[in-house]
């Protein structure tokens, strides 16, 4: 690692705060460097016909324009692809060939000699005639075609293939037959402007596994364009720090596609990429571009420095996901969250009605505690390194300042109770099964209607991630015990149930079978005696 990419504690110190580093170009040059080192490891894995005519090509790329150049290496979705061939090469061992996608270097350096203005002659691959060029756009030529020429003019481009001849335009967002050219996003509100690729084509945008080509009709580029106007104008003028370091991280927006629960998305091999669902306001959207921007921003000081040195297989509990996450995982979440507090503490503090205020009141206190808790976690733990120690002391007292920020008590209400239930939900599902004595009593009021046993509250709101333990609520842990056995529980309790809920489920299966419960007292489907918020827990 060059001197000068390591991180200084001016640049830990300033991104703990939640902003960009000290020297703006850190992360940019980080993540660059990590793509140039993945193509070395690429060519040094195996040399095929066709990479070793992208690597030469790219090579004279360099030489003509080194913007063009950084340009192709700093799509994000070229590092996504390159870490995908590194990995399947070394996965596939030494002399195995490598993977087919290992081609597609070949369309990298075209598009980027495209964008030089040279003049170039390179074979690509087509996957069932569509040819997609980084940055550029979709060339379709006819279905089965698997290999095209692509050539540059000292201008426009040709691309020749399946006995069809696609021309692509010098000027970016130029359309022409069979070709859709990559959109842009260009907004500008309160002096600040936004500029990012709208990528719905590239294989690799997502991360992970390749993915077809989605070309956009101007319908939905009109959709994405005036959301991202309407997010851009609120965090430019409410937010004008978190707007630019948006601007400096984001560089390409990624319509989510396929099943999924998620409504924005990062990808730590993709830097700068951000996954979106359509959003229902402005305000929520430009939350996402603040939260999945942290992430970019966290993925690309990995590439530059080392913050945690933990052992494999650590899980723990994260406060805002489902699953037992890995210390990784743990910082990851909370530097993304961090921003998020920050953005709703931001709008907490502005006037607005009633309704606005009291929503960003209770996001600001939702995540404050459960974040300063994590941090705190990992600050306490051997696991940082001297940058991690640097950065996390840092985010300590950010949110420590923030802890002073007055809030409203019904908002302050709602947080806790949003927190309680996550942590009820998550136990319920990943913590050791509860002592016996335990599960009779759970099982017990279940049945009967009846408040959830002290104990049982004690230890369903114990944060398995050695944060202090909260105070039980009742009131909030039988509802979620209550929804977590009736959706476990059927004619027999499901089998490979995890946590607490197979003991408990097969303890009120058998007091259902009991004859004194087929009156329905101890049904899975009643309800009515379910205890309010307000009751206390039994002795």
Not at 252 to 267: D, F, H, I, K, Q
Request: glycine share 8%; aromatic share 4%; proline share 10%.
């Amino acid at each position: 690692m060059s001197r000068f990419l390591a991180p200084t504690r001016a640049d830990l110190e300033s991104l703990g705060r939640g902003d960009g580093p000290a020297r703006p170009e850190l992360l940019r040059e980080g993540a660059r460097s990590r793509t140039l080192l993945l193509l070395r490891a690429l060519k040094d894995l195996g040399d095929d016909d066709r990479t070793a005519a992208g690597l030469a090509l790219l090579a004279d790329v360099q030489r003509h324009s080194p913007a063009a150049f950084a340009a192709a290496l700093d799509l994000p979705a070229t590092g996504a692809w390159a870490a995908y061939c590194v990995r399947a090469a070394t996965a596939a061992g030494p002399g195995a060939p490598l993977p087919p996608e290992a081609a597609d270097l070949a369309a990298l350096a075209g598009a980027a000699a495209h964008r030089a203005g040279m003049r170039y002659r390179i074979t690509v691959p087509a996957r069932d005639g569509a040819v997609v060029l980084p940055g550029l756009g979709l060339a379709v030529l006819p279905p089965g075609t698997a290999l095209a020429e692509l050539r540059g003019e000292g201008g426009a481009s040709v691309l020749c293939g399946g006995g069809r001849t696609v021309r692509i335009p010098r000027a970016a967002e130029a359309e022409a037959p069979g070709w859709h050219p990559e959109p842009r996003i260009r907004v500008t509100a309160a002096g600040r402007t936004l500029d990012v690729r709208l990528d719905s084509l590239h294989p690799f945008r997502q991360g992970g596994a390749p993915l077809p080509p989605r070309p956009l009709d101007a319908e939905r580029r009109r959709a994405w364009r005036d959301s991202t106007a309407a997010a851009w104008a609120l965090l430019a003028e409410r937010h004008p720090a978190r707007a630019r370091d948006v601007a400096a991280t984001v560089a390409s927006v990624v319509p989510l596609t396929g099943p999924s629960s998620w409504t924005s998305a990062s990808y730590g091999d993709a830097v700068g990429a951000v996954g979106l669902s359509p959003h229902p306001d402005a305000r929520s959207l430009a939350a996402a571009l603040v939260h999945e921007a942290q992430h970019s921003k966290l993925s690309a000081l990995l590439t530059v420095a080392d913050l945690l040195d933990a052992p494999p297989g650590l899980r723990a509990y994260a406060p805002w996901r489902d699953d037992p996450r890995p210390p990784a995982g743990l910082l990851q979440g909370a530097y993304a969250f961090l921003a998020v507090t920050g953005f709703w503490r931001d709008e907490a503090l502005r006037a607005g009605t009633d309704e606005e205020v009291h929503t960003a009141q209770t996001h600001f206190a939702r995540w404050l505690r459960p974040t300063a808790d994590t941090v705190a976690v990992l600050a306490r733990s051997p696991w940082p390194t001297a940058e991690g120690r640097l950065l996390l002391d840092a985010m300590r007292r950010t949110l420590a300042d923030w802890a002073t920020t007055r809030i409203a008590p019904d908002a302050a209400a709602a947080a806790r109770s949003a927190a309680a239930a996550h942590r009820v939900r998550w136990r319920l599902r990943h913590a050791p099964a509860p002592p016996r004595a335990v599960v009779e009593a759970l099982a017990a009021a279940y049945g009967a209607g009846l408040p959830v046993p002290r104990e049982a509250a004690r230890l369903l709101h114990r944060s398995p991630a050695l944060t202090p333990d909260a105070e039980p609520d009742p009131g909030t842990a039988m509802p979620e015990l209550v929804h977590a056995v009736r959706q476990a529980a059927g004619p027999a309790p499901a089998p490979g149930l995890p946590g607490w809920l197979r003991p408990v489920v097969e303890r009120c299966a058998a007091l259902r079978a009991e004859p004194k419960n087929h009156d329905g007292g101890g049904s899975m489907s009643h309800s009515a005696r379910m205890p309010s918020a307000a009751a206390r827990a039994s002795g």
